[in-house]
C-alpha cells in the first residue's frame, strides 16, 4: 500500500499545495492552515525522500532528488517564517516565506528541464512544467493585488501539475 502513495501522492499534493497556498493569498484560507500545511508538507517531503532514496539514484529520479534535497530546507525557510522565527534570526518573516514561495515556484524549473532532456515522450509537457514555474513567480513578484498573486500561483501551480501527472501516468 505505501509504494502506491508513494508513487501516486506527489500528483495529488502538488496541486493540493499551490491550491491552499492561492486560496490563502485570497483570504479563503487562514494563514494558519497554510502552516500547518506547510509543517505536513515538511514531513512528507522527508519521508517522501528517505523511502525513495535508491529508487531516485540515477537519471531523471536523481535529478528529482536533488530537487526535493533543496527544496527541504526551502519548506523550512516557511514553517520558520510562520513561526516568525526569522526576528530571532535577524531576518524578517517575510523573507523566510518568499524563500518558501519562490523556491518551491523555481526549483520544479529545474527538474523539469532535465526531465525534458531526458524523455523521448512529453517533452514539450516539461518545457511547459519549466515556463509555467517562471513566469508564475515574475507574475507574483510583480502582482499588483492578491487576485494577481493567486493567479500566478495558479500558473505555477498548472505547469507544475501537468509534469506531475505525466511523470505519475506515463512513467
Keep these: 500500500m505505501f509504494r502506491p502513495l508513494r508513487e501516486n501522492g506527489p500528483a495529488l499534493l502538488v496541486p493540493a499545495a499551490w491550491l491552499v497556498a492561492a486560496a490563502t493569498v485570497l483570504g479563503v484560507v487562514s494563514p ?13 517531503i522527508v519521508a517522501f525522500v528517505a523511502a525513495s532514496w535508491r529508487d531516485m539514484s540515477s537519471g531523471v529520479l536523481l535529478t528529482w532528488k536533488l530537487v526535493i534535497l533543496a527544496g527541504t530546507p526551502v519548506t523550512l525557510a516557511g514553517v520558520a517564517g510562520f513561526l516568525a522565527l526569522g526576528d530571532s534570526l535577524g531576518v524578517l518573516p517575510d523573507a523566510l516565506l518568499a524563500v518558501s514561495l519562490y523556491g518551491w515556484a523555481l ?20 518545457d511547459l512544467g519549466a515556463v509555467c514555474c517562471v513566469a508564475g513567480a515574475v507574475g507574483v513578484a510583480l502582482a499588483p493585488s492578491a ?15 501537468a509534469g506531475i501527472f505525466d511523470a505519475t501516468l506515463r512513467y
Excluded at 526549483?107 to 516539461?126: E, K, N, S, W
Excluded at 487576485?147 to 501539475?161: D, H, P, R
Aim: glycine share 8%; with cysteine; proline share 2%.
Design 32 to 44: 494558519r492552515a497554510l502552516f500547518v500545511a506547510h509543517v505536513v508538507m515538511s514531513a512528507l
Design 107 to 126: 526549483l520544479p524549473a529545474a527538474g523539469f528541464a532535465r526531465t525534458r532532456d531526458c524523455v523521448a515522450a512529453g517533452a514539450r509537457i516539461y
Design 147 to 161: 487576485t494577481w498573486t493567486a493567479v500566478a500561483l495558479a500558473v505555477v501551480g498548472a505547469g507544475q501539475t
